[in-house]
């Protein structure tokens, strides 16, 4: 099983809708987790981050966490075309790593 | 805050040449830093993880003596590819985490396109 899991798409919205991508983990100590956005042929940027259960809102972006079900996912309102991206999902390992576990990504088209 | 700059941005060199690549935390401290590679339509590989004025800590399969990492200061690390042959061509990316940013947060370059003829 793969420690970070998610679903690599493409992921196809229409403009104006709600995207959803889903990100599962395998560690149950982990306590912190981040979304970033990579376009193509450039490096990763951070979105957002997220360490209690529930919801956390930055602008059109939404992360939402449940740490029983070891699930997070990112919710993206009123999708633009210039959202289309690759998300990854990235969990630090507990027991003290500094690293982060990347997941493989989701590809996002949104379509005018 | 928390810019992290990569040089340079893209590099062309002939196989069996070494080529070294710097990464800088603009405005913060970088206690820790990361060098991923990442293949085309392929996730992020990390490489290994440098602390300052220490060793780097290598991931398995990474060659630690053609991926020669300094992190010499709280500033800025280097990655330095020996000898380098057409299938070390690859897009690489550091990253910098630091205090007062939340604990794990790592911050990008914007990636080394390195290729090898």
């Known amino acids: 099983q793969k420690e970070v899991e998610q679903n690599s798409g493409p992921l196809s919205v229409p403009e104006g809708a709600i995207a959803s991508l889903n990100c599962t983990y395998s560690d149950r100590g982990s306590q912190s987790f981040f979304w970033y956005r990579q376009y193509s042929g450039k490096s990763p940027e951070l979105i957002m981050f997220?360490?209690?259960?529930g919801d956390k809102e930055d602008g059109r972006f939404t992360a939402q966490l449940n740490k029983a079900s070891q699930y997070v996912s990112l919710l993206i309102r009123d999708s633009q075309p210039s959202d289309s991206a690759t998300y990854l999902c990235?969990?630090?390992?507990?027991?003290?790593?500094?690293?982060?576990?990347f997941g493989a990504g989701t590809r996002l088209a949104v379509h005018p | 805050g928390a810019v992290v700059s990569q040089h340079p941005s893209r590099v062309i060199c002939k196989s069996g040449t070494s080529v070294k690549i710097e990464c800088r935390s603009l405005?913060?401290?970088?206690?820790?830093m990361f060098w991923y590679r990442q293949f085309p339509k392929q996730s992020l590989m990390l490489m290994a993880t440098?602390?300052?004025?220490?060793?780097?800590?290598?991931e398995q399969g990474v060659e630690k003596d053609k991926f020669l990492i300094n992190h010499a200061s709280l500033t800025l690390s280097t990655l330095t590819v020996t000898s380098a042959h057409p299938e070390d061509s690859s897009f690489y990316i550091c990253?910098?985490?630091?205090?007062?940013?939340?604990?794990?947060?790592?911050?990008f370059g914007p990636g080394t396109r390195l290729t090898v003829l």
């Open positions: 997220i360490y209690s259960n």
């Open positions: 440098s602390n300052e004025g220490s060793k780097a800590t290598y």
């Open positions: 990253s910098a985490r630091g205090t007062g940013h939340g604990t794990d947060t790592q911050y």
């Open positions: 405005d913060f401290q970088a206690t820790t």
């Open positions: 990235a969990v630090p390992p507990s027991g003290g790593y500094n690293k982060l576990i």
